[in-house]
């Protein structure tokens, strides 16, 4: 799978519930990002990390946590603030090198969808 | 903000004919552009790319062109075929201390046999 794997593949979040999305990576990639992809919007950034203890806000973070504690994990946790959950969320990695850290990874989604 | 529009939403094509996507960035410090096809269900994935300092780069039956003064880059796909139907995204990166993807809305390529 390319060496970046998200689980699950379908989640279902319940009124009031936190979830989790996994993100996994083995290329030894510094940089992490979570992106939400809704129809006919393309690809919105909602956090990053560049680096291991340390991640940023992207465009639509609210409603939504990280945490970077190893190199390998990126997880994501939709929060119960999170009013409209319901999308396609893709994790992603590169490199940090200049020359090839701007190529983005894809690993193959979680759909996510409100009961 | 940084923004990068992207059109047609949809194109649809007859097998053998070419496609044009075309995308417009807005922040000039971009310097790179690459471009992601999403195959129904499937992770998104790189299958081309061009640098700033350069104006053209062709791979097989893809191509394509960045117009920098007009902040333009666009897509050509060439004697399409039934498996080029996808979503194709555009995007574009300026290396501010780290890499930001900004991706265009997509574009849903149909190629009919």
């Known amino acids: 799978d390319g060496g970046i794997t998200q689980s699950p593949k379908y989640l279902f979040r319940k009124e009031g519930q936190n979830v989790t999305l996994s993100c996994e990576q083995n290329l030894n990639h510094d940089a992490m990002y979570w992106y939400r992809q809704d129809p006919g919007q393309g690809l919105r950034l909602i956090y990053y990390s560049q680096i291991v203890n340390d991640f940023q806000k992207g465009d639509i973070a609210e409603g939504y946590s990280v945490s970077r504690e190893k190199k390998e994990s990126f997880p994501l946790t939709v929060t119960s603030a999170q009013k409209n959950p319901t999308a396609f969320y893709l994790c992603?990695?590169?490199?940090?090198?200049?020359?090839?850290?701007?190529?983005?990874?894809f690993g193959s989604g979680t759909q996510l969808s409100v009961l | 903000g940084e923004n990068v529009e992207q059109h047609p939403s949809t194109l649809s094509v007859q097998e053998g004919d070419s496609a044009v996507i075309k995308c417009t960035y807005s922040?000039?410090?971009?310097?790179?552009f690459p471009w992601y096809k999403q195959e129904l269900g499937k992770r998104p994935q790189l299958i081309i790319d061009?640098?700033?300092?350069?104006g053209e780069k062709k791979d097989q039956r893809i191509a394509v062109t960045l117009n920098k003064t007009a902040k333009h880059f666009s897509l050509h796909i060439t004697e399409t075929q039934p498996e080029d139907s996808a979503v194709y995204f555009c995007a574009a990166i300026a290396n501010t201390g780290g890499f930001k993807t900004i991706f265009g809305a997509g574009t849903r390529l149909f190629v009919k046999a």
């Open positions: 061009i640098r700033s300092n350069v």
């Open positions: 992603a990695s590169s490199a940090k090198n200049r020359g090839s850290g701007e190529k983005l990874f």
């Open positions: 922040d000039s410090a971009s310097n790179y």
